[in-house]
Structures are given as C-alpha cells and as structure tokens.
C-alpha cells in the first residue's frame, strides 16, 4: 500500500472545522458466554442517537489476526503506518511520565519486583502504592547516579512501575527485555540485539546488579525488571503533517507519552470522563483537533469485568452531551483496539468506528456496536485510514488530481 | 502491504490449540439463472449451526476481479502471498503424483490429445480411463528416455493425464504452454519466454515430436500437451514460519503436492469425504494443524451441475460432527475461489470464509453462504489474510508492539 500520511499531506488543507477524536481505548468486545458485548449491553441513548447520523465501519488496527499494543493501535489512528514506525513501551512511558528524552538518552519501563534465590516471585512486587514506591525510587536516585561514563536516572510511576533513563555517547537501544515475563521464573539479564548495542546491554546488566545490592534490604521491592528500551523516534510531527493545531487529554501516562510524540499539546485535565470532556470545552477555541482518550473501556476488558465495562460506556454517554454540545465538524468514536472481556487482554478483533459529520452517509445504522459497525457505511477498513475520513469530513483535504 | 506472512512468524508463539481448515475447493457460487447459489440451495443444518457461532467474512483469493488457479487460491489461504509466489502447475501435478523433483528438472502437466492433419480435435483423448493411459504412458518410457543429453521421464496420472519430467543442466521453466487450450485449432510447440529458455524450448519441441512419432499408431492417444512448465520453487516451510505441525488431507493429487510444496505432511485418507474426516480424528493427536481438501465442490461447478454441487455440500453437512466433535480450538471452512455453475469454470468472485472458535462474534450471522458471508462481521477481506486470523483464534500470536 502506498504511504497514505505521504498522500494525505500533499493533501491537506487549513479550514475552521474542528474535529474531535473519542477513543475509547480497547472499547470493542465479543459476545463470548454472554449473549451480548459491553457496547450491546451499555445503556446508551446519545451514542446511539450519534450512531444514526453517522458513517459506521470497523478498524483493522495493524493487519488482519494481529493484537496491537497501545502504541501502534494510537499511531496508526493517528495515521502513522504501526509497522513503518515501532516504537519501544519505554519511550512512551517516559515520555507520558513528564520525562524529557533526548537523542543521546535510552529510556525503559521498569517494574519493581520481588525475588528470592534468584527467582522471580512477584513481577508487580505485590503492587505497592506509587507513594511507597516512589520513596524507594527516591533510594534508588540517591544511591545510584552513574554506571561507567553513563548517568542514570530513575522517574516514579505509578505503583509499581517506574522509568529509568541512561543518557551518554553511542548508546543503542537494540536490547532484549530483562524480565522473564512469567513468575516463577529466574531472574534475566538483557542480551545485546547488535553487536553495537553490547556495551550498553553491559551498563543495564550492571545497573541490575546495582539496584539489587541497593535494595537488597526491601522487604518486597528488592530488584528491578526492565522492558523497551528504546531512544528517542524521530515521527513526522502532527500539526505539521496535517496542519491541525492539536490537543490531547488523557489521564494516563503512556496516551500522553504517544500524543507527544506526535506533536500533539497535552493540555492538564482530571480524573473523570466528565472532566476530560469539559477539558475540550474549556480549549475549544484553542485548537482544530482533540484526541480524548477514555482508559477504562481497555482497564476493565483486561480485568474480565464486564459490568463494569458497561457502566464506562455508560460513563461516556452520560456525558457525551457535553462534547455534542460543542458541535464539532467531525466527531469520531472509536477505540485503539478490541480488549474483550471473554479474553482479559488486547485482541485482534475489527474496532467499532463511528464518524459524525453532515457529511454522513447516516440512516443505515440503528445503534453503536460491533455488529452494526461491521455493517455500516465505511466497511472493514485499516485504522490507518480514519485520519483521511476525519479530513475529508472536515473538508480539509483538496482534491486529488485534476 | 508488508510481507503479512513476515510479520506473522515474527508473533507466532507455540500453543496446544488445534485448527482445522476445511476448504471446500470452488465452494462461491452465484444464483445465476436459479434464485439460489447452491450454498443456500443446500441442506445444511450442520454448517448453518456453525455459522451462528462463527464470524464470518468473504475473501479475494488474488486481486478483486482476478480469478486465481488453485496454486494461488491455496498458496493465499496458507498465507503466502500469491502475486510473490507464483508456482506453475506442472510442478504442482507432479509432487502430487510423487514424482521427486530436483533442483536441475523442468516438469509439466501433460495431457494425452487427439490430432488429426495437425488439428487438436479432442485435447483429453477421449478421457480415456487411468488404466489405458498408463499403458501409453508405459510405451513412452520404453521409447524415449533422453533428448540431446537431457533425461526424459514420464509419469502416469488420472485419466488423460501425466508428467513429464527433464532432468539436465541449465534447464529453464519460462516457457509457453504447449497446448492450443481450445479444440479444433492447430497443434502449438512451446516458446522461449526468455534467451536463457531457448535450449529447454528447443528440447521440449524435439520431445513433442517424438511423442507424436512413437503414438502414431494410437487411435485416440496419438499426441501429448504440455502446461506449466516449471522447477522446483523453495518456499518459507510452513511447520517453520508458523510453529505448526501441519497435516494435509486430499484425496487429489494436485493438493496434496501444494501441500507438500509448503511443507505439510500428507496423511493417506480414503475417496469419500467421511472418509476425510475419519482421516482427521485418526491423525488428531500427530498434529497442529490439518488442511482438509474437499475437491468435488469444484469439479461439478466446473461442468454446471448444480445439483450435484449442492449435494457435496450437503455431504460435507452430515460428515461435519465427525470434525465438530474433535473439538477444533479453531475450524475454518472456506473456499480457495469461487467456481459458479454458471460460468462452469473458476470465478473472481470472494470466497464464503467462516472462522469458528470461542473468541468469535458470534451471532450477527444465520447461515453459511455468500449473502450472509457478504455481511458477516469480518467483512471483506485477502485470503492471505486468513491464517492471521486462525492463528489469533489459537491464540498462538503475540501482541504486536507494547
């Protein structure tokens, strides 16, 4: 397929329209043992009156059969080809932590653990409060502020995660996680993916060592494991490629992290859905496009609840009015990917898409769900192709040829 | 498109699932002058049943509006990418004849004709029976083993046909069909495709003659046509690429050698398709993956016998709980391409796919057949891109980035 982002930048034209983007993250489902998914079951007049007067279709996030995780899901939506550009969970971690990241640096996710003997009996290190786990990321600072000619630092995140960052010369990010993925297993060190990357790979490997002998007095949080490595991607901006002045609100790290990394402003909001919704109130006439991400849909499906699932959908067509209230050009209702709660984690399954413009084919559709999604207007289409329709519907876009 | 098959090998982790993929050969069909394809023509409670627990979707076996040969329709299903590996039939025929093919040797599909004043008046020879075929088969080893200082071997197969084999240096496969492809037109030699064919051209040309010259005193069987000339293709192996040990079962040669060709195991089965499925559940324990051919779907769609397509289907219906009750983590059951009675002859048109597992979308659709395929919650989409899916419905794909 052709570079679409190319095309659509050759494209692309200023106008007033504003678009907003609603992503639901992980918000599609399958019926499973239930006789219906969280959408069917979801008390939802407004998104169901939307649905109506709207262009419906479903999104193949990366390629048929394929989970994406939460960053190519995000790219691609964001119209970035997810396989052109891979980004590391460590960037994006870092970057959603208000870490800054320049081109020397090698960030990663990290997780405090426990271990004993050598293995690992707890990844998550029984998931200490981020205040508790703060203060020994704090110990961890004080001991450690370099290994060889590297400095390290470490940022607090949110329970039992944090980030470290090594920033010096010629270091590669071509590492092997240090995480044996699974409890009960030993403890790893990182491999090298290059051999230019083998210095760095041995800087981690003794920082691990560091962070044990520093911690070896914790009671629970008394090793570190470390995720995607990664340096700092160099992504065609966002504002540039599509001429839109864009905000994002979201209330996790890692949704921030990947809007920045696009070029999107991150604009504070709080911890409702409500209160994200009246964010984009409140920076309305500041921007042409809102990434609103709602984080919950994807929290439950990955816990199996699917209740509560249904009560965040609920959630968001409670207060959906105030966003409808705004009038945007084009309102977009869609998810990253499919986290059905039959299967506790992300999965492959097409992504409900709703598009609200004039400019809809509307009437077809009777409601917003997985099944009238996969009958609707727009087809199965890759999720790479939306920002095209959000363009096109804000008639942003010239024509193509003569 | 990126390289799917790449991306996929890349994801793929083992598992204990198991995934049958039932291919009825031809099965899409188009109502033409009946109301009725012959999918909702049949009686088939079994496959209808399935089909309201599956998803369901159409595939585009090549290109839209391209009629695939069943090495690509087959090669696309077990996600190769049919444009980038183009296999020539005559290699097909002869692995699955059991012919041993080097990497030095040119074979081709050949079929025993009727010339008379050099008019190719009946291109199968009367279809005379595999018995009397073989005898002039026989006949022609005995006359012919070489041409220059290439060997010649020749291999008996059903009915009118057989293979032939050159085995020699520098032999080269870009070469013209020797075969006028309609009846009453004049006998055609092969032609070079390329400067580098012309010695094998040359060869092939000499061995023509000399068929005709040893079977001129046939009655029927007095020359031989020759198709898809063609060596040794070295594809990625599927158990490899897929981390399935995968197990074909079809009770026509030519099926057999694709499988073989893409590193199946063949499993010896029976004529009849219970017998197919007995083949299944006795081989149920040895295998990952099992590649079920039914062949006869195609065969009446190519003579127009409607009646008798809708009667294999129906005789695929009653033998499906032999399958079903082998509890199938995953069972696929589709078409290579379509074979309308109407146009008696393969067809562009998509191709019924229903996937079967407990992960599916279950309940959108009612029955299995083009118009419910057409609509069903996969949409439209490659065959290429149908191991993707069976393998996430294993759950034997990672996630694809963090």
Redesign the interface.
Known sequence: ?YDRQQILSELVQTASTKIVLLLMDGVGD???EK?K?PLQAARKPNLDRVARESDLG?TIP???????????GHLALFGYD??KY????GI?EALGSDVDVGEKDVVA?ANFATIQNNIVLDRRAGRPSTEESSKVVEKLSKAIQSIEDVKVSFYAGKEHRFVVKLTGEDLDDRLSDADPQKEGKPFVYTQALAPEAERTARIVNKLLDEIKRVLSDEPKMNCALM??FSKYPNLPQFPAVYKLKAAAIATYPMYRGIARLVGMEIVQTGDTIKEEFETVKRAWNDYDFFYVHVKKTDSYGEDGNFEAKVHVIEEVDEALPILLDLQPDVLIVTGDHST?T??K??????VPLMIHSKYARKGLSKAFD??EC??GTL??IYAVDVMGLALAHALRLEKFGA
């Open positions: 397929m399958v019926p499973g006789d998914t479903q990366v390629m048929h059969g394929v989970t994406p995780g939460s960053g190519p997810p396989v891979q980004i590391g969970r994006l996710r995720r995607g059905p039959a299967l984690a992300h999965s492959w399954h097409p997985e099944f996969a009958r087809g199965t």
